[in-house]
């Protein structure tokens, strides 16, 4: 079982429609979570992070993590064409510098439809 | 600002050459690390570096090496390259909070 499983998709959603877009994991040291976007032929872009459990939200972006079910996810509300990308979940432990070491999913690749 | 930046771009080798790919920091980050990305495997932890230590270290067999100059500057070798070894192999920097990396365009490697 790997450690971080995300649906690569593909996912299409007309302009507006509110995208959910999730990741397993299954390392319970896990306790920094990370979502990135990635656009074609770019680095990957930090969005959120969040620590331990809860919500975070930034904007149309809202990430929430629930540790007991060992999920998190990314809610992007009235999605626009700009948000076509890959977005990627990362996650990282909390045992001083080992933290840099993040561990990703695969990616989801999102499409919105003008 | 100017971003993290990675030289070459792109890169077409042959088995069994080796390669180094560069990578500069976002000015005044100390922190890099590098990753492997690949439609397969994904993106990929292979090491980070910071005030020229190697700080923590992927799976990655030791043909994958790298080095943190005093300015911060990072690169990474890759010796007797493999088919497999073709990926998109990104830098990130970052200046003291692990959970916000900046990463660079990447270096798009193929080997032939």
């Known amino acids: 079982q790997k450690e971080v499983e995300q649906d690569p998709g593909p996912l299409s959603v007309p302009e507006g429609a509110i995208v959910s877009l999730n990741c397993t994991y299954s390392n319970s040291a896990f306790q920094y979570f990370m979502w990135y976007r990635q656009y074609s032929r770019k680095g990957p872009e930090l969005l959120m992070y969040?620590?331990?459990?809860g919500n975070k939200e930034d904007g149309r972006f809202t990430a929430q993590v629930d540790k007991s079910s060992k999920y998190i996810s990314l809610f992007i509300r009235d999605s626009q064409p700009s948000d076509s990308a890959t977005y990627l979940c990362a996650m990282s432990g909390n045992s001083g510098g080992s933290n840099y070491k993040l561990t990703f999913g695969k990616g989801t690749l999102l499409t919105v439809n003008p | 600002k100017a971003g993290v930046t990675q030289t070459p771009r792109y890169l077409i080798k042959t088995r069994g050459q080796q390669v180094t790919l560069s990578c500069s920091p976002i000015s005044g980050h100390r922190s890099v690390s590098w990753y492997q990305q690949t439609p397969g495997q994904g993106l990929q932890f292979l090491f980070e570096?910071?005030?020229?230590?190697?700080?923590n270290k992927g799976n990655f067999p030791g043909r994958f090496s790298g080095r943190q100059f005093s300015n911060s500057r990072s690169e990474m070798n890759v010796s007797t390259l493999e088919l497999g070894d073709s990926a998109l192999y990104l830098c990130a920097s970052s200046q003291g909070s692990f959970y916000e990396q900046y990463f660079g365009p990447g270096t798009r490697l193929t080997v032939t």
């Open positions: 570096y910071f005030s020229e230590t190697q700080r």
């Open positions: 969040t620590y331990s459990s």
